[in-house]
């Protein structure tokens, strides 16, 4: 009999996903008070922004893997007042301790909350979120859990050698990372982060496997850029790498799903 197991088989063994947002507050997203800007907020018509529909669209998709349905919500690349320096991670309720949003709708009630509040800077800097989640994820290697990061981004990341860094170290904790594009900026560097062909190598160190999906949101919206065309689409490209992630990690550990616990 093979020894293969599917993704399915370790949920129903127990493994539990986790899923964590990291939202882009960055200058180059344009004025918040902006009709341009990706992160306008428009109160008039209430026609959903950019990040509003990535939130929204892949949100109700990936809560269904969560069974509690909370996310801790972040952002970076601001300044939050009162502070004067531009912070890497802070968390869209202000709640360092607790930084977790139920569902979807809170996630985006607090995303509008923060954006009205800080100053968006820069640079747009990767490392400092995905160490913090590879962090959790290597205190909570327990064979039961699974950590996916979503970061939905509008830029070229700064901080590209560290990201291959952060991306490498992480390769061999129980978890993953998707990256969202949103505007219309060159995302030509993040098929390098998104390996699918080799492992990322820096410095003579290379990564145990493939933990990174990139997704331009633009291939899914309309064309009045009002809505997504099809959110089954969008789905299924965003989390199609995931089973094959957790598999693959799985079977580096020599984990089946009944030794799940």
Known sequence: MSDTHSFFDYLQGGMEMHFAVAIDFTSSNGPVDSATSLHFIDTITGRPNS?????????????YYNSTHQFPGFAFGAIVPPKTVVSHRFPLNGNMEQPYCEGVDQLIYWYRQCISKVILYGPTNFAPIIDYTAD?????????????????????????PQTIRSIIRSSSLPMSIIIVGVGNADFTAMDELDSDDQ???????????DIVQFVSLNKYIRKDGSFIQ???????????????????YMKLRGLKPGMIN
Do not use: W
């Open 230 to 248: 099809s959110q089954g689409d969008l789905a299924r490209d965003v989390l199609y790498e995931i089973p094959d992630q957790v598999e693959s």
């Open 51 to 63: 990040y509003e529909i990535a939130l929204r669209s892949i949100g109700e998709i990936i809560q």
């Open 199 to 209: 492992p990322l190598e820096m410095e003579g160190k290379k990564a145990v496997r």
């Open 136 to 160: 959790i994820a290597s205190k909570n290697s327990n064979n039961k859990n699974y950590f996916v990061l979503l970061i939905i981004t509008d830029g070229i990341i700064c901080d590209m």
